[in-house]
C-alpha cells in the first residue's frame, strides 16, 4: 500500500513528457520578481500617530460641596414615604444632624480617595456662597493649571433655577441663597470637572454651556474694542476644557427607592461595585443565585486593589469591560480624552456607565457633557451579569464553610474571543471588541503568555492594528514588561516592539528613557535566540540609534558595535541587513561610535558584506560604510586613510548588478565628496579643463550615412508610449525633458524635438541639457560634457592629462561618479549627476574671480563665469521656443526627424561646460520664469539657498526605510502566491494551463514534419529598421527592436501593441533581446552595444512600461558600428543570463543574486558574435568573428574550462546553436553560408551543409529541426536538416508583390513553425506553415 501512496505524492512519476513540462512551469524560478523589483525603495507614509497624551493631566484639588441641611426637606421636593435615605451608605437620621453632616462628608472624601488617593479634599459642607467662593478661589490658585473636581450634592436645598443657579444658604441657615454657575465658573476656572448630584441637574449641564458661549462673544467683543471693561482685565479661562457630570435630566427627578441610597448617582461614581451588586440582588434574575442577600453582599471578602481576591477580581473585571465598553463606542479622540489622559476622569467616566445603566432602570437619564453614546444596552453588560452572578453563586460556601474561591473565566473567554476573531475574521471588518480587554490581561501573570501572543498575532494586521493597540493604551504595559526577566516573553516582546517601532519610531525616546535597549542588547547577544528574533532586536536597536543622539549613547555604551560585529556573518541574511544598518546608523554624526567601530576595525569586517549574494545585505553594507566616512567632525591622518580605504573598497561595486546597490554608493560617495570637498573641487576643475582642451570625436559624429539614410523617407513617425515609471521617466510634457531629449542616461525624457525618431540621430544631439534636479537648478556639467569626461579619462591618456597625481583616491572616485552618471538606471544616474554638479558649481564659483577678467573666456564658455551662466546656459537649458514643440510635445507625437542636409552642415563639436548646442542660434535668447538675468548670477554663491544645496549631506535613498517596511508589514500571513485561492495564483494557474496548450499544439505540427514555410501570415512597416525580434514563447506578442527602441506587435490581430524608447545612449544600439520568465509574468531584457542591459515590465498591455532594473552587464565595450555589440543567452532554469560581445570574455550574472559570478575569458582576440548554453550539461557555445567557434565547461576554472575549439569556418560566425537535449549537436553557420554540425565531444564537424554566401542573418527551429538564413541579396531561404530548400521567400504577398529588403534580422518562433523576418525597408513580416497544417 505503501507504495501506492508514494506514486500519489510523486509529480514526475508516470507522467507524459508534457505533463512534465508542466509540472516545470511550477517549479521554474522568476527572475527580477522581488519586492525591490516592484516596489518603489521608499518608506511607508507615515501615519499620523494620535495616541500619544499630548496634555496628561492630574486632578490635584477636590472640592467636596455637601448641602444637606439634615432633618430639612427643602420646599420644592415632595418625597414619598418610606423615601431614600443614605447619603454615602450613612443614614443622616441615626445620629444627631451635625455629626451625620460631618461623617457623610468625611465618607464622601473617602471614597473619592480611592481613585485619587493623592488629590488635596476641602470639604464644604452647608456653606454660603463666600465660602464656595473662597474655596474655589484657593483651590484654583493652588492647582495653577492642573484640573479641580467640584462635587455638589443639593439634596438638602432647592432644584436648581432656569437661570442657572444652584443653591446654598446664609449664614443663620434661615435662606435659600441662589449662587449663578456664571460666578462658579469665573472662580473655577478651567480646566475643571463638575459632579451635580441633584434633581434636574441637566438645568446646570444648559446653563453651563450657555454661559461659556456668552463668555466667548464678550471676550470676542472686547478683543475688537480695547475701552471695552473687559479688554483691560486678564483673560478669563476657555470652558471648552470643562467635564461635567450630572445625574439626571433637567426635567427629572432623583429616584426616591427606599431600597437605594438617597445618593444614587454619588455612589455609582464612587463605589461602583457595591452598587452594582446590590442592583443585581434588586433584579428579579437575582432570585436564580440562591441563598444571596443583601447583607451576604457586604460580606464579600478581599480588597478592591487585589486582583486575587473576589472582590478585587470583580473590580477588575469592572475596569475592562467599561474599558472596552467606551472604546467601541466612543469618537477616538473623546476616547483618550475621558479615558486616558487623567486616572481620576477615568474611573468617573467608567463609573458613569454603570450610573447611566442603573439610573436608566428607575426612568433617570445620567447627563454628560462632553456627551456619550447611550452605552447601557451594549452586549459586554451581559458579560459583567455572568461574571458577579458565577462570584455571587461562590458566596454562601466561601463564607459559611470555607472552601476556596473559583477564579472567573471571564478573561480567558474573552482571550478566546479574540482569537476566534483572528482566526476566523476577514481583511476589512470592525476592530475586534475585546482589544482592551487583552490590554487588562497583560497584568495578569496567569494569562499573559496568551494574551502577548495574541496581541502579537493582532499587530501583525499591519500598521492600523498597531495604531488601533497604541490607542487603546498599551505602550506603557509593553513597556513596563520589558523589566521582567522570563525567558518566555522574550520572543512575543522582541515581535511586538519591532512592530511598533516599525510604524511609530518615536518610541525610541521612551525606551532609552526606561532602559528598554538593554532588553534588546541582551536578546541580540543571546546567540540560543533564533535568528529572526536577533533580527528583530537589532532592528529595535536600529530604531532607538536612529538619529536620536542619546540612543546612539546609550547603545554606544551597551557595547552595540561589538555585539553587531560578531553577527555579520549570520546565515540569516535579513539579520545581516539590519546589522549592518544598524551600524550605519549608531556612527551616522556619532564620533565616539566611529572611532569604537575603527578600534573593533568594523569598516574591514563590514568589506565582506560588500560581496553578499543578497543584494540587500550589500546595500546595508554600503550604507554602514558610508555613514562611517560621513561623520563631520575633525579629520586626522588616520581617520583619513581610513577613509580612503573605505572609499576605494567602495568604489569596486561600481558595476554591482543591483540599482539599489549603486544608488546606496552614490550617497555613500556624496558623504565623502562633502567631506573632503576642496580636494574634490580641484579633481573636477582638472577634468573640465582636461575636457575643454580634448576634443573626443563623438561615435554620433562619425556614424555613417547608412545609418540616417531611412530616416528621410520614414512615413509618419509613429507616436511613442509615454514610460512614466517608477524610475521616474518622466512624460514629454515637460520643459525639462525637452532639454534632457538625448541625455544618455535620463529615461527622463520621452518624445522631446527631434529626440526618438526611431533610428535617428537628431541634431540636438549634443545640445544636451543643462537642467537636471529635479527641483529645476540648473546643472552645470551636463550629460554630454560628464559622459566626454568619463570618455576622456579613460586610463590610457590620463597620466598625462591629469595635473592630480593620476592615482589619487580624489581623481578614482570622480570617475567612479563619472561612471554613475552615465548609469543605465536613470534614478542611480540622476543622484550621481546631483552629486557631480555640485561640486563642479563650487569649484567653478570658487574659480570664478580671476576669470571674468579673460574675455576670451566668455565666448569659449569658460566654467561658470556669470557671463556665460547666464547666456549659454539659458540657451541650451531654458526651453527652447521651438514652434512645433509645444504642440507636439502635448500630444506626445514624435516630431518629424531634421533633414539629411542639417547634419551634414553640423560644425565640428564643440564641448563647451554648458554643452551648448550647435543649433541653439537659431533660438532667441530665452530666460526661465523666476530666474535671475545675468547681471546677477555672480551673488549665487553667498547665497545659503542658491546651489549650495545640491547635494545637503542629506542626500539618501530610502533604502532604510523601505527595509523597516518589512516588519510594519504581516510576516506571518501566507504570502498571495502561495495561497490557493488568491487571484494571483488562479492567473498563474491558468497562463502554464496556456503553456501546455501552446507546447501541445506546436508539437503536433512540428512532428508531422514542416514541408513548406511561406505562408505570410503578418506583416507591418516598423516605426524604425528592425534590429533584433524576438517571439513571445506563449502569447501572440513579438517584440521589434529598432537602434533605441523596441515595438510590439500582436501578430495574430496584426495591430500594434506598443512602442517605447530603450533609453540607451544615442551612439549606441539594441543588439539582443531576451524574454525572462517567459512562462510567467513576462519581463523583456534589452541589451545594447555599450554592455548595458535594461529590464522592463507592462509592455504590451495597457499599462506604462516600467524599467525593472538595469545594470552594466560588461564594462569596457566600445560601441562600434560594425561589431557584434552585445549578445546574451538565458537560462530560466537556473536564472543565469551570460553575455559577452566585443570582449574578450564570457560573464555570468546570477540574477537572482543581481552579480557577476563568473569570468570565463574566451581566449579568443575577436567578439564573440553568438552565445548558447544548456544548462543541464553546464555547457557554452560561443561563436566567434574569427570564425572558431569554442566550447565551455563553466563548472571548470578560467583557465582549464575551454573544452573544445572548432576552427572550420573561415569567417565571422553568424549563429552557434548548442540543441538542449542531453546528446544535443551544435549547429553552427559562418558568414560565408557554411552549416557545420559538431558532436562536443569529437573534435571535427560531422556534417557540412552548404547554403547561400552573404548570410546576414540566420536562426534554428529548437524544435522542427529547420533553419532559416536571410542575406543582403533580399532573399530568405528555410531549409530542413538534410539541408534541403523547403521555402525560398523573394516578395511580400500583397504590395504587388514588391521585392523584400535586405533582411536585418529574422527569429523563429520557439514552438510554433513561424518565422518572423526584419528588413532594412522597415518591414517586418512573419512567415508559416502551410494553413492546413496549422
Known amino acids: 500500500m505503501k507504495m501506492d501512496s508514494d506514486l500519489l505524492h510523486s509529480p514526475a512519476v508516470g507522467l507524459t513528457e508534457e505533463e512534465e513540462a508542466d509540472m516545470n512551469d511550477w517549479k521554474l524560478p522568476l527572475a527580477f520578481m522581488k519586492k525591490r523589483h516592484s516596489e518603489k525603495i521608499e518608506g511607508s507614509k507615515a501615519l499620523a500617530q494620535s495616541w500619544r497624551m499630548k496634555d496628561r493631566m492630574k486632578t490635584v484639588s477636590v472640592a467636596l460641596v455637601l448641602c444637606l441641611n439634615v432633618g430639612v426637606d427643602p420646599p420644592d421636593v415632595v418625597k414619598t414615604s418610606p423615601c431614600a435615605r443614605l447619603e454615602c451608605w450613612i443614614d443622616p437620621l441615626s445620629m444627631s444632624p451635625q455629626k451625620a453632616l460631618e461623617t457623610i462628608g468625611a465618607n464622601l472624601q473617602k471614597q473619592y480617595e480611592n481613585w485619587q488617593p493623592r488629590a488635596r479634599y476641602k470639604q464644604s459642607l ?344 497604541l490607542s487603546v493604551g498599551i505602550f506603557p504595559y509593553v513597556l513596563k514588561l520589558l523589566q521582567s526577566s522570563a525567558r518566555e516573553l522574550r520572543p512575543l516582546l522582541v515581535f511586538i516592539w519591532a512592530k511598533i517601532l516599525a510604524v511609530d519610531s518615536s518610541c525610541q525616546a521612551d525606551l532609552v528613557k526606561d532602559n528598554g535597549h538593554k532588553y534588546f542588547l541582551s536578546v541580540l547577544a543571546d546567540s540560543y535566540m533564533p535568528a529572526e528574533h536577533r533580527t528583530m532586536a537589532v532592528f529595535i536597536l536600529a530604531v532607538i540609534v536612529n538619529s536620536y543622539n542619546t540612543g546612539q549613547e546609550a547603545c554606544l555604551q551597551g557595547n552595540l558595535i561589538a555585539n553587531c560585529l560578531e553577527q555579520l556573518s549570520d546565515p540569516h541574511p535579513l539579520l545581516r541587513q539590519w546589522v549592518a544598518i544598524c551600524l550605519g546608523r549608531i556612527w551616522q554624526n556619532f564620533d565616539p561610535a566611529r572611532w569604537c567601530g575603527v578600534r573593533d576595525s568594523a569598516h574591514e569586517k563590514l568589506y565582506t558584506l560588500l560581496s553578499d549574494p543578497i543584494p540587500e545585505v550589500r546595500c546595508a553594507a554600503v550604507f554602514a560604510l558610508g555613514t562611517f566616512v560621513g561623520n563631520s567632525a575633525e579629520r586626522t591622518d588616520h581617520s583619513t586613510t581610513i577613509d580612503h580605504n573605505v ?210 573666456s566668455l565666448t569659449q564658455s569658460a566654467p561658470a563665469s556669470p557671463t556665460s551662466k547666464g547666456t549659454h546656459i539659458h540657451q541650451a537649458g531654458g526651453s527652447p521656443p521651438m514652434p512645433s514643440t509645444s504642440s507636439s510635445s502635448l500630444t506626445n507625437e514624435v516630431p518629424k526627424p531634421p533633414t539629411r542636409e542639417q547634419t551634414s552642415t553640423r560644425p565640428p563639436y564643440t564641448p563647451t561646460l554648458g554643452g551648448q548646442a550647435p543649433h541653439s542660434h537659431q533660438f532667441p535668447r530665452t530666460r526661465k520664469m523666476f530666474d535671475k538675468g545675468p547681471e546677477q548670477a555672480g551673488e549665487d554663491g553667498d547665497e545659503p539657498g542658491g546651489h549650495r544645496n545640491y547635494i545637503c549631506p542629506a542626500l539618501q535613498t530610502g533604502l532604510c526605510d523601505w527595509s523597516a517596511k518589512y516588519f510594519a508589514q504581516p510576516v506571518m500571513k501566507i504570502p498571495e502566491e502561495h495561497d490557493l485561492e488568491s487571484q494571483v495564483r488562479m492567473e498563474r494557474q491558468w497562463r502554464f494551463l496556456r503553456n501546455t496548450r501552446v507546447r501541445r499544439q506546436s508539437r503536433g505540427i512540428t512532428q508531422r514534419g514542416v514541408s513548406r514555410l511561406d505562408d505570410q501570415i503578418f506583416i507591418n512597416r516598423n516605426p524604425g529598421v528592425p534590429s533584433v525580434v524576438k517571439f513571445h514563447p506563449f502569447n501572440t506578442c513579438i517584440a521589434v527592436a529598432d537602434k533605441d ?34 512562462h510567467d509574468c513576462s519581463l523583456l531584457l534589452t541589451a545594447t552595444d555599450d554592455g548595458a542591459l535594461r529590464i522592463w515590465k507592462n509592455f504590451a498591455d495597457q499599462k506604462n512600461p516600467e524599467m525593472v532594473t538595469a545594470w552594466q552587464g560588461l564594462s569596457d565595450m566600445l560601441p562600434t558600428t560594425r561589431g557584434a555589440g552585445m549578445v546574451v543567452d538565458w537560462e530560466q532554469e537556473t536564472g543565469l543570463l551570460m553575455t559577452s560581445g566585443d570582449v574578450r570574455v564570457i560573464r555570468i550574472w546570477d540574477t537572482d543574486r543581481e552579480m557577476k559570478v563568473q569570468d570565463i575569458p574566451t581566449g579568443a582576440d575577436s567578439c564573440v558574435t553568438s552565445l548558447s548554453c544548456d544548462s543541464q550539461r553546464s555547457l557554452i557555445v560561443a561563436g566567434l568573428g574569427d570564425g572558431s567557434v569554442r566550447v565551455f565547461d563553466r563548472r571548470m576554472g578560467p583557465n582549464e574550462c575551454r573544452v573544445m575549439t572548432y576552427r572550420e569556418h573561415g569567417a565571422w560566425v553568424v549563429k552557434a546553436h548548442l540543441q538542449k537535449e542531453t546528446d544535443g549537436h551544435i549547429i553552427s553557420v559562418s558568414v560565408n553560408g557554411d552549416v557545420r554540425f559538431f558532436e562536443p565531444r569529437t573534435p571535427d564537424s560531422i556534417n557540412v551543409l552548404q547554403t547561400v554566401k552573404g548570410l546576414t542573418a540566420l536562426d534554428i527551429h529548437p524544435q522542427a529541426n529547420l533553419f532559416a538564413c536571410g542575406s543582403m541579396n533580399q532573399f530568405i531561404a528555410v531549409y530542413n536538416a538534410n539541408g534541403d530548400v523547403i521555402s525560398n521567400i523573394k516578395y511580400y504577398d500583397g504590395f504587388m508583390g514588391q521585392r523584400i529588403g535586405a533582411i536585418s534580422c529574422l527569429a523563429f518562433h520557439p514552438y510554433w513553425p513561424h518565422l518572423a523576418v526584419g528588413s532594412n525597408d522597415y518591414y517586418m513580416s512573419i512567415y508559416s506553415a502551410e494553413k492546413r497544417l496549422r
Not at 703 to 713: C, F, K, Q, S, Y
Request: aromatic residues 10%; hydrophobic residues 40%.
Open 1045 to 1078: 527602441s523596441i515595438c510590439f506587435w500582436d501578430w495574430e490581430k496584426g495591430e500594434r501593441l506598443d512602442y517605447f524608447y530603450n533609453g540607451n545612449p544615442r551612439y549606441t544600439r539594441i543588439t539582443a533581446m531576451e524574454y525572462l520568465n517567459g
Open 126 to 469: 452647608d456653606p454660603t456662597v463666600d465660602e464656595v467662593k473662597k474655596l474655589c478661589t484657593s483651590l484654583r490658585r493652588n492647582a495653577k493649571e492642573e484640573r479641580v473636581l467640584f462635587h455638589y450634592n443639593g439634596h438638602g436645598v432647592p432644584r436648581p433655577t432656569v437661570n442657572g443657579e444652584i443653591w446654598v444658604f446664609n449664614k443663620n441657615y434661615t435662606q435659600y441663597i441662589p449662587l449663578s454657575i456664571y460666578d462658579l465658573q469665573t472662580w473655577m476656572g478651567s480646566p475643571s470637572i463638575f459632579v451635580y448630584d441633584c434633581s434636574n441637574a441637566g438645568i446646570i449641564v444648559k446653563s453651563f454651556k450657555q454661559f461659556a458661549l456668552q463668555r466667548e462673544q464678550e471676550l470676542e467683543v472686547a478683543a475688537i474694542n480695547p475701552s471695552h471693561p473687559l479688554a483691560q482685565m486678564p483673560l478669563p479661562p476657555s470652558m471648552k476644557n470643562c467635564i461635567q457630570l450630572a445625574a439626571c435630566e433637567a426635567s427629572e427627578l432623583l429616584p426616591m427607592n427606599p431600597d437605594l441610597p438617597a445618593d444614587l448617582f454619588t455612589s455609582c461614581l464612587t463605589t461602583p461595585i457595591k452598587i452594582a451588586l446590590r442592583w443585581f440582588c434588586m433584579q428579579k434574575s437575582a432570585k436564580l443565585v440562591p441563598g444571596v442577600t443583601l447583607d451576604l453582599i457586604e460580606k464579600i471578602p478581599g480588597r478592591l486593589n487585589d486582583r486575587r481576591t473576589p472582590l478585587g477580581e470583580l473590580n477588575w473585571i469592572f475596569t475592562a469591560i467599561t474599558d472596552t465598553i467606551a472604546w467601541n463606542v466612543l469618537p477616538r479622540d473623546l476616547f483618550q480624552k475621558l479615558f486616558r489622559q487623567d486616572l481620576l476622569v477615568a474611573s468617573l467616566f467608567r463609573n458613569f456607565l454603570l450610573a447611566e445603566r442603573i439610573m436608566r432602570s428607575y426612568n433617570c437619564t445620567p447627563v454628560s457633557s462632553p456627551r456619550l453614546p447611550p452605552t447601557y444596552m451594549h452586549a459586554m453588560w451581559q458579560a459583567w451579569d455572568l461574571a458577579v452572578d458565577i462570584c455571587l453563586s461562590q458566596l454562601p460556601t466561601i463564607i459559611e464553610e470555607g472552601t476556596a474561591f473559583r477564579h472567573s473565566p471571564f478573561f480567558a473567554e474573552q482571550l478566546t474571543a479574540f482569537q476566534v476573531w483572528l482566526t476566523m475574521g476577514v481583511e476589512n471588518r470592525n476592530p475586534p471588541e475585546q482589544l482592551p480587554i487583552v490590554l487588562q490581561v497583560l497584568l495578569s501573570q496567569v494569562h499573559r503568555l496568551r494574551a502577548l501572543d495574541l496581541l502579537g498575532r493582532f499587530l501583525d494586521l499591519g500598521p492600523w492594528a498597531v495604531s488601533l493597540a
Open 647 to 856: 572609499a576605494m573598497m567602495l568604489a569596486q561595486l561600481i558595476n554591482d548588478g543591483s540599482p539599489v546597490v549603486r544608488k546606496e554608493l552614490v550617497v555613500a560617495l556624496s558623504h565623502l565628496v562633502v567631506q573632503y570637498e576642496s580636494n574634490f573641487c580641484t579633481v573636477a576643475l582638472q577634468f573640465i579643463e582636461e575636457e575643454k582642451n580634448y576634443t573626443v570625436p563623438s561615435p554620433a559624429n562619425t556614424a555613417e550615412p547608412g545609418n540616417l539614410t531611412p530616416v528621410r523617407d520614414s512615413p509618419a513617425i509613429p507616436r511613442l508610449r509615454s514610460v512614466n515609471s517608477y524610475t521616474n521617466i518622466r512624460a514629454a510634457t515637460t520643459a525639462r525633458n525637452l532639454n534632457k531629449s538625448l541625455q544618455n542616461l535620463n529615461l527622463n525624457e520621452e518624445g522631446g524635438p527631434a529626440a526618438f525618431s526611431p533610428g535617428n540621430l537628431s541634431t540636438s544631439s549634443s545640445a544636451s541639457s543643462t537642467l537636471g534636479s529635479p527641483d529645476n537648478d540648473e546643472y552645470i556639467l551636463s550629460f554630454e560634457t560628464i559622459d566626454k569626461m568619463r570618455r576622456v579619462s579613460s586610463y590610457s591618456s590620463l597620466n598625462s592629462l591629469i595635473g592630480v597625481s593620476f592615482n589619487s583616491v580624489y581623481t578614482q572616485i570622480w570617475r567612479v561618479l563619472l561612471h554613475l552618471a552615465a548609469d543605465p538606471f536613470p534614478e542611480v544616474s540622476d543622484l550621481a549627476m546631483k552629486v557631480l554638479n555640485s561640486i563642479a558649481y563650487k569649484a567653478t564659483m570658487n574659480a570664478r574671480p580671476q576669470r571674468i577678467l579673460d574675455s576670451g
